[in-house]
């Protein structure tokens, strides 16, 4: 089984940045896709990015050029690179790990505010 920690939300200004990071530990040998999900409340998670063992990345059209996931393959961690955030872009960030097998791992989550 695969073991999933997220980490760096908080509060923001409109405009702001922040990093979210995200590790992955046990048996990473089996990990696939790494991404980023994010939830409010009453609507159904959400995919933000997502990076496949060869680089290849997907994001949804409201983050387009305004965020950017990463992943280093050696320590097992990906990561997302949130700029010119809004306050739309409020909400709990979880990040998922996806294994060859076909199953996910999700983080306990990170809430991210975007208020001035």
């Known amino acids: 089984q695969v073991q999933v920690a997220d980490s760096g939300g908080g509060l923001v200004q409109p405009g702001g940045s922040l990093r979210l990071s995200c590790a992955a530990s046990?048996?990473?040998?089996?990990?696939?896709?790494m991404g980023w999900y994010r939830q409010t409340p009453g609507k159904q998670r959400e995919l933000v990015a997502i990076?496949?063992?060869?680089?290849?990345?997907k994001y949804a059209d409201s983050v387009k050029g305004r965020f950017t996931i990463s992943r280093d393959n050696f320590a097992s961690m990906v990561y997302l690179e949130m700029n010119t955030l809004k306050p739309e872009d409020t909400a709990i960030y979880y990040c998922?790990?996806?294994?060859?097998?076909?199953?996910?791992?999700w983080g306990q989550g990170t809430q991210v505010t975007v208020s001035s």
């Open positions: 046990g048996r990473i040998s089996t990990i696939s896709t």
């Open positions: 990076i496949n063992n060869g680089g290849s990345t």
């Open positions: 998922n790990v996806a294994s060859i097998s076909g199953t996910n791992a």
